[in-house]
C-alpha cells in the first residue's frame, strides 16, 4: 500500500506544473468534450439562468470572461490543501518537523507532495491506508482536468500477456479509481499487474507510464519475429 500511495504522490508531482499552467485558458489548449446533458439537466440550467438574470441589477457590469479556468483552479486549490495535510500528517506520525502552511496565492502544492512521498516509506501501513483515497482522488482531479481521462475509450494496443488487439479500456472503478483493464483472457504475472477487478488485469493511472514500455517492448518483440 505504501508503495501505491508513493507512486500516485510521484505522478502528481510530475503532473503538477501542468494542472497549474491550465488554470490559464490562454496559454493552454486543452482537448475539450462537450458535456451531454440529460433533459432535466438541461431545464435546470435554463432555470438558473433565468434566476440569475431575474436578480442581477441593472447597474451591474456585463458579465465577462474568467481570467482564469475556474474548474481547473478548483481542483489545483483542493489538491493543495489536501497535500498540505497529508504532509502535516505523514510528518507529525513519523516525527519530524511539519512544514509551514502553504501560501494560496503562490499555488505551489509541489513541496507537500514531495515531502509526503519522501517520508511515507517510514509510516505505519495503517497511515498508508488513510493516505490511499487522498492520493488516488488527487490523480483522478488532475487527470481529469488535464483531459487525460476518457472513461470508457477503448485502446487500440495489443494486450503483451493475452496477445488480443481492442480489448484494453479506460474506466473509472468504483471510489473514483482511474485505470486501463484488460477485458481478453488475461493472466499477467503477478510483478505485472497494478491489481485486479471482476476477475481482469487493471492498471491505475501512474502505472500507465511503466505500461507503456511493457506494450512498446512486447511490439518490438513481436516484429522481430515476423521478419
Excluded: F
Excluded at 11 to 28: F, N
Excluded at 125 to 152: F, H, N
Amino acid at each position: 500500500m505504501k508503495n501505491e500511495v508513493v507512486a500516485d504522490l510521484e505522478w502528481c508531482m510530475a503532473y503538477w506544473p501542468d494542472l497549474v499552467e491550465a488554470r490559464l485558458p490562454m496559454a493552454t489548449k486543452r482537448p475539450w468534450r462537450q458535456p451531454q446533458l440529460s433533459p432535466e439537466a438541461k431545464l435546470k440550467r435554463d432555470w438558473d439562468a433565468r434566476i440569475d438574470w431575474a436578480l442581477r441589477s441593472h447597474n451591474a457590469l456585463a458579465e465577462a470572461p474568467a481570467p482564469v479556468d475556474v474548474t481547473v483552479l478548483q481542483a489545483a486549490l483542493d489538491i493543495l490543501v489536501d497535500a498540505d495535510d497529508l504532509a502535516a500528517r505523514v510528518a507529525e506520525h513519523v516525527g519530524i518537523p511539519v512544514l509551514p502552511p502553504p501560501d494560496l496565492s503562490t499555488l505551489d502544492a509541489w513541496p507537500y507532495l514531495a515531502y509526503a512521498a519522501a517520508h511515507m516509506t517510514l509510516a505505519d501501513d495503517w497511515l498508508a491506508r488513510w493516505a490511499e483515497p487522498i492520493t488516488r482522488r488527487m490523480v483522478a482531479k488532475i487527470a481529469q482536468s488535464l483531459c487525460m481521462v476518457y472513461d470508457g475509450q477503448t485502446l487500440a494496443v495489443t494486450c503483451p500477456w493475452c496477445a488480443e488487439t481492442g480489448v484494453w479500456r479506460v474506466q473509472e472503478l468504483p471510489g473514483g479509481q482511474v485505470a486501463i483493464v484488460c477485458h481478453g483472457v488475461c493472466e499477467p504475472p503477478a510483478k505485472e499487474v497494478g491489481t485486479w477487478w471482476g476477475g481482469q488485469p487493471v492498471w491505475p493511472l501512474p502505472d500507465w507510464p511503466r505500461l507503456a514500455k511493457l506494450v512498446q517492448a512486447a511490439d518490438i518483440k513481436r516484429a522481430k519475429k515476423a521478419s
